[in-house]
Protein backbone atom coordinates (compact mmCIF):
# COMPACT_ATOMS: atom_id res chain seq x y z
CA UNK A 1 0.00 0.00 0.00
CA UNK A 2 2.31 2.72 1.26
CA UNK A 3 6.07 2.61 1.51
CA UNK A 4 6.74 1.24 5.15
CA UNK A 5 8.66 3.88 7.33
CA UNK A 6 11.35 1.69 8.53
CA UNK A 7 12.82 -1.59 7.05
CA UNK A 8 11.21 -4.33 8.43
CA UNK A 9 14.18 -5.78 9.61
CA UNK A 10 16.73 -3.67 10.62
CA UNK A 11 14.66 -0.43 11.48
CA UNK A 12 16.46 1.86 9.51
CA UNK A 13 13.92 4.60 7.91
CA UNK A 14 13.63 4.35 4.02
CA UNK A 15 10.27 5.89 3.73
CA UNK A 16 11.91 9.33 2.58
CA UNK A 17 13.88 7.79 0.28
CA UNK A 18 10.81 6.43 -1.69
CA UNK A 19 9.51 9.24 -3.84
CA UNK A 20 13.07 9.81 -4.97
CA UNK A 21 13.87 6.24 -5.66
CA UNK A 22 10.70 6.26 -7.62
CA UNK A 23 10.97 9.17 -9.81
CA UNK A 24 14.91 7.92 -10.39
CA UNK A 25 13.36 4.59 -11.56
CA UNK A 26 10.97 5.38 -13.77
CA UNK A 27 13.31 8.05 -15.82
CA UNK A 28 14.82 4.63 -16.21
CA UNK A 29 17.88 4.66 -13.50
CA UNK A 30 18.98 1.08 -13.00
CA UNK A 31 18.01 0.49 -9.20
CA UNK A 32 21.09 -1.06 -8.01
CA UNK A 33 22.76 3.06 -8.69
CA UNK A 34 19.66 4.45 -7.03
CA UNK A 35 19.94 2.50 -4.11
CA UNK A 36 24.03 3.13 -3.55
CA UNK A 37 23.60 6.71 -4.21
CA UNK A 38 20.59 6.77 -1.56
CA UNK A 39 23.24 5.20 0.86
CA UNK A 40 20.79 2.46 1.24
CA UNK A 41 23.57 -0.59 2.04
CA UNK A 42 22.46 -3.71 3.60
CA UNK A 43 20.25 -6.25 1.92
CA UNK A 44 17.25 -6.12 3.96
CA UNK A 45 16.64 -2.13 3.30
CA UNK A 46 17.43 -2.82 -0.41
CA UNK A 47 14.75 -5.10 -0.56
CA UNK A 48 12.13 -2.97 0.73
CA UNK A 49 12.44 -0.73 -2.06
CA UNK A 50 12.54 -3.68 -4.83
CA UNK A 51 9.83 -5.10 -3.51
CA UNK A 52 7.22 -2.61 -2.99
CA UNK A 53 4.17 -1.98 -5.12
CA UNK A 54 2.64 1.12 -4.71
CA UNK A 55 -1.38 0.22 -4.25
CA UNK A 56 -2.34 3.63 -2.51
CA UNK A 57 -3.62 5.15 -6.02
CA UNK A 58 -5.99 2.28 -6.30
CA UNK A 59 -6.64 1.21 -2.97
CA UNK A 60 -7.94 4.94 -2.31
CA UNK A 61 -10.88 4.89 -4.77
CA UNK A 62 -12.51 1.80 -3.09
CA UNK A 63 -15.29 2.44 0.26
CA UNK A 64 -13.20 1.62 3.79
CA UNK A 65 -15.30 -0.96 5.94
CA UNK B 1 41.48 0.87 27.10
CA UNK B 2 42.57 2.25 23.63
CA UNK B 3 39.44 3.74 21.51
CA UNK B 4 40.67 4.85 17.65
CA UNK B 5 38.33 6.80 15.38
CA UNK B 6 38.06 5.51 12.27
CA UNK B 7 35.25 7.25 10.32
CA UNK B 8 32.94 9.91 11.06
CA UNK B 9 30.22 11.34 8.30
CA UNK B 10 29.63 14.83 7.55
CA UNK B 11 26.04 14.62 9.18
CA UNK B 12 27.79 12.73 12.36
CA UNK B 13 25.28 10.51 12.65
CA UNK B 14 27.70 7.45 11.29
CA UNK B 15 30.70 6.72 13.52
CA UNK B 16 32.75 3.61 13.59
CA UNK B 17 36.05 3.55 15.95
CA UNK B 18 37.82 0.93 17.30
CA UNK B 19 38.52 -0.20 21.04
CA UNK B 20 41.12 -1.81 22.27
CA UNK B 21 41.94 -4.64 25.62
CA UNK B 22 38.14 -5.13 26.04
CA UNK B 23 36.71 -8.45 26.21
CA UNK B 24 32.91 -9.16 24.51
CA UNK B 25 31.10 -8.39 27.86
CA UNK B 26 31.72 -5.08 27.79
CA UNK B 27 31.92 -4.48 24.09
CA UNK B 28 27.83 -5.82 24.30
CA UNK B 29 27.29 -3.97 27.33
CA UNK B 30 28.21 -0.93 25.52
CA UNK B 31 25.98 -2.02 22.77
CA UNK B 32 22.85 -3.09 24.74
CA UNK B 33 22.97 0.32 26.93
CA UNK B 34 22.86 2.39 23.58
CA UNK B 35 19.65 0.06 21.94
CA UNK B 36 17.77 -0.22 25.54
CA UNK B 37 18.82 2.90 27.64
CA UNK B 38 19.79 5.71 25.11
CA UNK B 39 16.21 8.04 25.50
CA UNK B 40 14.91 9.40 22.52
CA UNK B 41 10.85 11.02 21.61
CA UNK B 42 8.43 9.25 19.76
CA UNK B 43 4.96 9.54 19.12
CA UNK B 44 2.82 7.06 21.95
CA UNK B 45 -0.39 8.22 22.00
CA UNK B 46 -2.73 9.34 18.95
CA UNK B 47 -5.83 10.99 19.23
CA UNK B 48 -7.63 10.91 15.36
CA UNK B 49 -10.33 13.39 15.00
CA UNK B 50 -11.14 12.98 11.19
CA UNK B 51 -9.97 10.36 8.70
CA UNK B 52 -11.33 9.30 5.71
CA UNK B 53 -8.32 8.28 4.06
CA UNK B 54 -8.13 4.41 2.99
CA UNK B 55 -5.62 4.33 5.50
CA UNK B 56 -7.01 2.75 9.27
CA UNK B 57 -6.56 4.85 12.08
CA UNK B 58 -4.52 2.21 13.26
CA UNK B 59 -2.63 1.92 10.51
CA UNK B 60 -1.46 5.41 10.41
CA UNK B 61 -0.83 5.78 14.35
CA UNK B 62 1.49 2.98 13.85
CA UNK B 63 3.24 4.69 11.16
CA UNK B 64 3.39 7.85 13.31
CA UNK B 65 5.06 5.76 16.07
CA UNK B 66 7.72 4.78 14.02
CA UNK B 67 8.85 8.29 12.71
CA UNK B 68 11.60 9.50 14.41
CA UNK B 69 12.04 12.55 16.22
CA UNK B 70 14.95 14.66 16.29
CA UNK B 71 15.38 14.87 20.36
CA UNK B 72 16.52 17.17 22.88
CA UNK B 73 17.75 14.98 25.86
CA UNK B 74 18.31 18.26 27.84
CA UNK B 75 14.70 19.64 27.87
CA UNK B 76 13.08 16.11 28.51
CA UNK B 77 12.85 13.53 31.25
CA UNK B 78 11.74 10.05 30.70
CA UNK B 79 8.07 9.85 31.23
CA UNK B 80 8.46 6.99 33.82
CA UNK B 81 11.03 8.86 35.72
CA UNK B 82 9.14 12.14 36.06
CA UNK B 83 7.49 14.31 38.68
CA UNK B 84 4.36 13.86 37.60
CA UNK B 85 4.53 10.08 38.29
CA UNK B 86 4.06 9.25 34.84
CA UNK B 87 0.86 11.17 33.97
CA UNK B 88 2.28 13.47 30.93
CA UNK B 89 3.19 16.83 31.87
CA UNK B 90 4.95 19.55 29.92
CA UNK B 91 8.77 18.12 30.96
CA UNK B 92 7.88 14.42 29.44
CA UNK B 93 5.50 15.00 26.69
CA UNK B 94 5.26 16.90 23.78
CA UNK B 95 1.90 17.55 21.78
CA UNK B 96 1.74 17.64 18.02
CA UNK B 97 -0.93 18.08 15.47
CA UNK B 98 -1.47 17.09 11.45
CA UNK B 99 -3.79 18.04 9.70
CA UNK B 100 -4.72 17.62 5.73
CA UNK B 101 -6.64 17.55 3.04
CA UNK B 102 -5.35 17.21 -0.07
CA UNK B 103 -2.56 14.96 -1.78
CA UNK B 104 0.13 13.02 -0.06
CA UNK B 105 0.91 14.10 3.47
CA UNK B 106 3.99 14.37 4.55
CA UNK B 107 5.75 14.24 8.15
CA UNK B 108 6.79 18.03 7.83
CA UNK B 109 3.30 18.74 7.90
CA UNK B 110 3.31 18.09 11.30
CA UNK B 111 3.26 21.38 13.59
CA UNK B 112 5.06 20.82 16.81
CA UNK B 113 4.91 22.75 19.90
CA UNK B 114 8.76 22.57 20.44
CA UNK B 115 11.07 23.34 17.30
CA UNK B 116 13.66 21.68 19.11
CA UNK B 117 11.42 18.45 18.44
CA UNK B 118 10.54 17.47 14.75
CA UNK B 119 10.54 14.76 12.31
CA UNK B 120 13.64 13.81 11.59
CA UNK B 121 12.80 13.28 8.12
CA UNK B 122 10.47 15.80 6.69
CA UNK B 123 9.95 13.71 3.06
CA UNK B 124 8.50 10.46 4.69
CA UNK B 125 5.12 10.17 3.49
CA UNK B 126 2.37 9.21 6.00
CA UNK B 127 -0.54 8.38 3.68
CA UNK B 128 -2.21 9.91 0.42
CA UNK B 129 -5.12 11.79 0.85
CA UNK B 130 -7.67 11.90 -2.77
CA UNK B 131 -10.44 15.02 -3.48
CA UNK B 132 -12.56 15.08 -0.41
CA UNK B 133 -10.59 12.86 2.04
CA UNK B 134 -9.27 14.65 5.39
CA UNK B 135 -7.06 13.78 8.22
CA UNK B 136 -6.87 15.54 11.65
CA UNK B 137 -5.26 14.21 14.79
CA UNK B 138 -3.62 15.03 17.80
CA UNK B 139 -0.18 13.03 18.79
CA UNK B 140 1.71 13.17 21.36
CA UNK B 141 5.24 12.44 21.72
CA UNK B 142 7.35 10.90 24.87
CA UNK B 143 10.86 10.31 26.00
CA UNK B 144 10.66 6.64 26.28
CA UNK B 145 13.77 4.00 25.97
CA UNK B 146 14.09 1.06 23.50
CA UNK B 147 13.45 -1.35 26.13
CA UNK B 148 10.25 -0.36 26.03
CA UNK B 149 9.45 -0.52 22.33
CA UNK B 150 11.97 -0.40 19.54
CA UNK B 151 10.93 2.38 18.37
CA UNK B 152 12.89 4.41 21.12
CA UNK B 153 15.62 2.84 20.08
CA UNK B 154 18.17 5.61 18.52
CA UNK B 155 20.44 3.89 16.65
CA UNK B 156 21.65 0.61 14.67
CA UNK B 157 24.83 -0.85 16.31
CA UNK B 158 26.75 -3.72 16.05
CA UNK B 159 30.57 -5.06 16.19
CA UNK B 160 32.87 -7.73 15.49
CA UNK B 161 36.22 -8.65 16.58
CA UNK B 162 39.20 -6.71 14.56
CA UNK B 163 39.51 -9.18 11.29
CA UNK B 164 43.66 -10.68 10.74
CA UNK B 165 44.85 -11.62 7.63
CA UNK B 166 48.33 -13.25 7.56
CA UNK B 167 49.68 -13.56 4.45
CA UNK B 168 52.49 -16.05 3.20
CA UNK B 169 53.87 -15.10 0.11
CA UNK B 170 56.33 -18.23 -0.99
CA UNK B 171 53.11 -20.10 -2.15
CA UNK B 172 51.10 -17.52 -4.14
CA UNK B 173 51.04 -18.93 -7.75
CA UNK B 174 48.53 -16.24 -9.28
CA UNK B 175 48.07 -12.93 -7.12
CA UNK B 176 45.88 -11.58 -9.27
CA UNK B 177 43.06 -13.74 -9.03
CA UNK B 178 43.06 -13.79 -4.75
CA UNK B 179 42.45 -9.95 -5.27
CA UNK B 180 39.83 -10.50 -7.80
CA UNK B 181 37.74 -13.60 -5.30
CA UNK B 182 37.49 -11.09 -2.40
CA UNK B 183 33.87 -9.65 -2.49
CA UNK B 184 35.29 -6.35 0.08
CA UNK B 185 38.05 -5.86 -2.16
CA UNK B 186 40.75 -5.85 0.63
CA UNK B 187 43.64 -7.20 -0.99
CA UNK B 188 45.63 -5.65 -4.35
CA UNK B 189 48.88 -6.55 -5.74
CA UNK B 190 51.21 -4.22 -5.06
CA UNK B 191 55.18 -5.02 -7.33
CA UNK B 192 53.76 -8.29 -8.20
CA UNK B 193 52.94 -9.07 -4.27
CA UNK B 194 49.64 -9.29 -2.66
CA UNK B 195 49.23 -7.27 0.31
CA UNK B 196 46.75 -6.05 2.47
CA UNK B 197 44.91 -2.58 1.77
CA UNK B 198 45.40 -0.95 5.03
CA UNK B 199 42.58 0.86 4.03
CA UNK B 200 39.79 -1.31 3.52
CA UNK B 201 40.77 -4.16 5.91
CA UNK B 202 38.44 -3.37 8.52
CA UNK B 203 36.03 -4.18 5.88
CA UNK B 204 36.85 -7.56 5.83
CA UNK B 205 33.42 -10.20 7.44
CA UNK B 206 36.59 -12.96 7.03
CA UNK B 207 34.41 -14.56 4.47
CA UNK B 208 37.60 -17.28 3.50
CA UNK B 209 36.97 -16.76 -0.23
CA UNK B 210 40.52 -15.46 -0.22
CA UNK B 211 41.90 -18.21 1.55
CA UNK B 212 40.02 -21.03 -0.55
CA UNK B 213 41.97 -19.40 -3.62
CA UNK B 214 45.27 -19.81 -2.10
CA UNK B 215 45.07 -22.21 0.64
CA UNK B 216 48.24 -22.42 2.10
CA UNK B 217 49.16 -19.01 2.11
CA UNK B 218 46.46 -16.98 3.43
CA UNK B 219 45.08 -17.29 7.07
CA UNK B 220 42.47 -15.70 8.75
CA UNK B 221 42.27 -14.73 12.55
CA UNK B 222 39.86 -12.51 14.58
CA UNK B 223 41.63 -10.44 17.21
CA UNK B 224 39.88 -10.85 20.45
CA UNK B 225 40.57 -7.87 22.47
CA UNK B 226 39.91 -5.72 19.67
CA UNK B 227 36.65 -4.70 18.87
CA UNK B 228 34.91 -2.42 15.67
CA UNK B 229 32.24 -0.73 16.50
CA UNK B 230 29.21 0.49 14.30
CA UNK B 231 26.96 3.11 15.25
CA UNK B 232 24.14 4.14 12.25
CA UNK B 233 21.72 6.78 14.17
CA UNK B 234 18.61 6.66 13.18
CA UNK B 235 18.22 10.04 13.04
CA UNK B 236 17.10 11.55 16.71
CA UNK B 237 20.61 11.93 17.86
CA UNK B 238 23.93 12.25 16.96
CA UNK B 239 26.22 9.21 17.04
CA UNK B 240 28.47 10.66 19.60
CA UNK B 241 25.25 12.57 21.69
CA UNK B 242 24.40 8.92 21.90
CA UNK B 243 27.23 6.83 22.86
CA UNK B 244 28.04 9.34 25.75
CA UNK B 245 24.49 8.84 27.00
CA UNK B 246 24.61 5.28 27.07
CA UNK B 247 27.89 5.78 29.05
CA UNK B 248 25.89 8.05 31.39
CA UNK B 249 23.43 5.80 31.66
CA UNK B 250 25.52 2.56 32.47
CA UNK B 251 27.03 4.81 35.44
CA UNK B 252 23.91 5.63 36.82
CA UNK B 253 22.98 1.74 36.84
CA UNK B 254 26.09 1.11 38.69
CA UNK B 255 25.57 3.82 41.26
CA UNK B 256 22.21 2.50 41.98
CA UNK B 257 23.53 -1.30 42.21
CA UNK B 258 26.43 0.15 44.39
CA UNK B 259 23.95 1.67 46.54
CA UNK B 260 21.72 -1.50 46.95
CA UNK B 261 25.24 -2.88 48.17
CA UNK B 262 26.03 -0.83 50.57
CA UNK B 263 22.52 -1.06 52.50
CA UNK B 264 23.58 -4.92 52.30
CA UNK B 265 24.72 -6.26 55.93
ZN1 LIG C 1 17.29 -2.89 6.73
ZN1 LIG D 1 5.95 14.41 33.36
Redesign the interface.
Known sequence: MMIPVRCFSCGKPIAQHWEEYKERAENGESRKEILDSLGITRFCCRAMFLGHVDLIDTAAKFKKF | MEIISLTQDKSKMNASFIIKKIDPTIANTLRRMIIEEVPTMAIEDVEIMKN?????DEIIAH?LG???LTTDLKSYVVKSECKCEGKGCARCTLQMTLKSKNGMVY?SDFKSKDPKVVP???????????KG?EIELVATAELGKGKDH?KW?PC?VWYKYKPIINITQANIKDPEAVVKVCPKGVLEVRSGKLEINQKKLMLCNLCAACADEAPNSIKLNEKDDEFVFYI?S??QLKAKEIIVTALDMLKKELSVFEEALNTMK
Do not use: D, H, W
Open positions: NSVLYRLLPAAYPKTPIVKLLQIAMEFG
